[in-house]
């Protein structure tokens, strides 16, 4: 592969990445096709989409945090960039998005659905199955088809 | 519907699962790994979008790069 691009994340980079954002005590929830796996949602994803808050604090612990990636194109990132709650796209040897908000669900409106599963000793923030369907209210052609098997399988789920 | 087979389907949970993540992120890397070329497309570099749409067709453009560097590289006179 051109050493240009990245290349599709890992089940080890998700525990690399994770593990630095819990080391940076940064807010985040894990978002996106990992979190969907969390749920028995399996299909092919190359990156890893992370919510956090738009503040300059936590723009400093992310950017820290994604410095333990090997290209340290974090570096590149802007502070500022967070406060204008804008889409940072992270192309280091793994593509990983900062997000704001997903679906207009921000990472307060989401705070209550969070849930903590453990891997390995790691602590991975990220949502319940509610959660979830809310960041997938969006236009997407992926995020409509992730929907509608979320929503079959919590309306399913609600009838248990 | 007729079922051939016997395999379960995976089952999806209100709670997020440690096993369920693990076993998707397995098996997400054993996709990647049969996959007929390198899926890796996002030229490397810090962006910021001002928008989703931004950035979804940021994620389009390079892929479609990728397809058409493959279609290249498959296609090329005197390579089949």
Redesign the interface.
Known sequence: ??K?????A??ED?KKVIRSLNEQNADYLLIG??????????R???DIDILTVPTKGAAQKIINALLVLP?K??????PS?FE?K???????EI?V?I?FNAASETYDTLKKYA?????DGIP?K?????GLLLTKK?F?DKDKTDRS??EQ??KL?QKE | MRRVGARKEAEIVYNASAEKLREGALFNDEMQKIMPQPAGFITKGAYHFKTHEEANSHWDKSLAKLVSNYGKKRFTPGNF
């Open positions: 592969m051109e240009s691009v990245s290349r599709p890992t089940f998700l096709g990992y979190a969907l796996y969390a749920h028995g949602l399996y092919t994803t190359t290209d194109a974090a570096g590149g990132i802007e960039w204008e804008d889409t940072i796209r992270l192309a280091d593509v998005d997000m849930e903590i599963v453990e891997i991975i990220t949502l319940n199955l509610a969006t997407r098997i979320l399988a919590l789920l």
